[in-house]
């Protein structure tokens, strides 16, 4: 098959005059050049596309793919990340990972945390601030966790996220409001564990490969998986393989908040424990990082002992089978 590799280049970004902290999420060369190598290893034949203009551009002048590696994270607005699926969708060509209305309804965690709790799916008793005027009614025990509600890759987090005081709530929203011209999700602060699972698959055939254990090192920024933590990942944090029953639990409700929310192919969904150990969903991730050496999912499937080429071939395995055999 030729297989198109949509995704969004730091460097191109940084190019144009965007921070550091703006492109976090987006990828480095040697993601591409690992994910195009394992597709090509695997049998296919590969073409890049790059990111939502490149797109544009691309079919405007009439290339086509048997189906589109799509990791694309987007810049502007709430269905940032859905950009890229829409467009192909209105070509029909198909593409990895979930479709676009999971892909918005994920990037906005407010929303999600709505659609997994009335699935009974466990996620921390939160609000979401729109303006300045919300903070006030606020409702909620301290402490709390604040970030953006639209942010990957730890954006917005920092130390300053654990709120233990009126006064803290008020200037963290404030600054976040106005940092990141979006809503502010602020929830329930559950100080005990965190793991983060990856999921492989769709539907009924999606299944849990395993759960990290994110441990925080005596010298990482304080109380959460921040966006420091993330970029200094290899100094900072311990991913440690956990196979106890609370681990099997995370695996269990992550695995229902894949398919709830309608998730395809790869995931990775992030958990914590409150104070009494009882585990809840605060983050899904439905097109997980894939660096092989510095992401949470291919880190999972090295400490499992899953090559890289499989975790790839899987992937691919999972979306071909939404494509008609016809046209296979």
Same mark, same amino acid.
């Given at each position: ?10 460097? *191109? ?19 591409? @050049? ?38 694309? *994270?987007? +810049? ?11 467009? $192909? ?9 979930? @479709?676009?209305? %999971? ?7 407010? +929303?999600?945390?709505?659609? +997994? /709790? ?43 996220? /654990? ?26 602060? &559950? ?5 983060? %699972? ?45 196979? @106890? ?15 709830? $929310? ?8 992030? &958990? ?10 605060? *983050? ?42 016809? @046209?296979?």
């Amino acid at each position: 098959m030729k297989i198109g590799i949509a995704y969004d280049l730091r460097q *191109e970004y940084l190019a144009l005059g965007f921070t550091e902290e703006q492109t976090a999420e987006f990828d480095r060369p040697d993601t591409i @050049d690992a994910i195009e190598a394992s597709i090509r290893r695997l049998g296919h034949e590969t073409a890049r596309i790059g990111h939502l203009r490149s797109l544009v551009g691309k079919l405007a002048s009439g290339e086509r793919w048997d189906l589109v590696f799509n990791f694309t *994270e987007g +810049m502007h607005g709430f269905a940032r990340e859905a950009q890229v699926p829409a467009l $192909l969708e209105a070509y029909n060509i198909p593409y990895t990972f979930s @479709d676009a209305l %999971v892909l918005a309804l994920t990037l906005h965690k407010g +929303m999600a945390k709505h659609v +997994m /709790r009335d699935q009974g799916i466990p996620t921390p008793d939160f609000a979401v601030v729109q303006s300045a005027d919300d903070i006030a009614a606020i409702d909620l025990p301290l402490p709390l966790f604040a970030k953006p509600v639209a942010e990957g890759t730890g954006k917005g987090v920092s130390a300053t996220s /654990r709120i233990t005081s009126r006064e803290a709530l008020d200037r963290t929203c404030r600054e976040l409001l106005e940092r990141f011209e979006q809503p502010v999700l602020v929830e329930t602060y &559950l100080p005990g564990r965190e793991f983060t %699972v990856g999921i492989l698959g769709t539907g009924h055939a999606a299944r849990s490969l395993g759960t990290l254990e994110v441990v925080l090192k005596d010298n990482a920024e304080a109380h959460a998986y921040s966006y420091v933590n993330k970029e200094k990942c290899e100094d900072l944090v311990q991913y440690v393989l956990v196979d @106890d029953p609370m681990a099997k639990q995370a695996a269990e409700l992550a695995l229902r908040a894949h398919r709830g $929310l309608g998730c395809r192919d790869a995931s990775r969904i992030d &958990l914590r424990a409150d104070a009494q150990g009882k585990l809840a969903v605060i *983050e899904v991730n439905p097109v997980a990082g894939m660096h092989p050496l510095h992401s949470d999912l291919p880190i999972l499937c090295t400490a499992i002992g899953m090559p890289y080429d499989a975790l790839i071939s899987e992937i691919l395995d999972s979306a071909f089978a939404r494509i008609p055999k016809k @046209d296979r």
